[in-house]
Nanobody, 131 residues
Framework: QVQLVESGGGSVQAGGSLRLSCSLS????????MAWFRRGRGKEREGVAC???????WTPSSVRGRFTISVDNARNTLNLQMNNLKPEDSDMYYC?????????????????????????WGQGTSVTVSS
């Protein structure tokens, strides 16, 4: 498994922005599918963004237009830019990685490969949005 370490969480007022980063212990080029999840309100972690090795991204409707996932190959990091944050975005955020392509993963839940399809996880970073 690849080691993942998240950073960039914190507290912000509603309407503000945060940028989360996830550093990898090995060459990000070896990873084919990466994603950001948050703890969510249900039984499973809620996927908020996913990116495949060819750069194609997916985001659920709940965050589309506000959250952007990207890869910085030079810094070997996965990033999540979160804009126009809302109090309901307050949560623990986790990055995840899988050596298979996103399109090969199954099942998908609400437009993102399901939590159980990812083999490597970080410890999480906390985001708090105040109204």
């Amino acid at each position: 498994q690849v080691q993942l370490v998240e950073s960039g969480g914190g507290s912000v007022q509603a309407g503000g922005s945060l940028r989360l980063s996830c550093s990898l212990s090995e060459d990000i080029g070896n990873i084919y599918c990466m994603a950001w999840f948050r703890r969510g309100r249900g039984k499973e972690r809620e996927g908020v963004a996913c990116i495949d090795s060819d750069g194609v991204t997916w985001t659920p409707s709940s965050v589309r237009g506000r959250f952007t996932i990207s890869v910085d190959n030079a810094r070997n990091t996965l990033n999540l830019q979160m804009n126009n944050l809302k109090p309901e975005d307050s949560d623990m955020y986790y990055c995840a990685a899988e050596r298979r392509g996103c399109r090969s993963l199954s099942p998908w839940v609400l437009g993102i490969p399901a939590r159980r399809t990812f083999g490597s996880w970080g410890q999480g970073t906390s985001v708090t949005v105040s109204s």
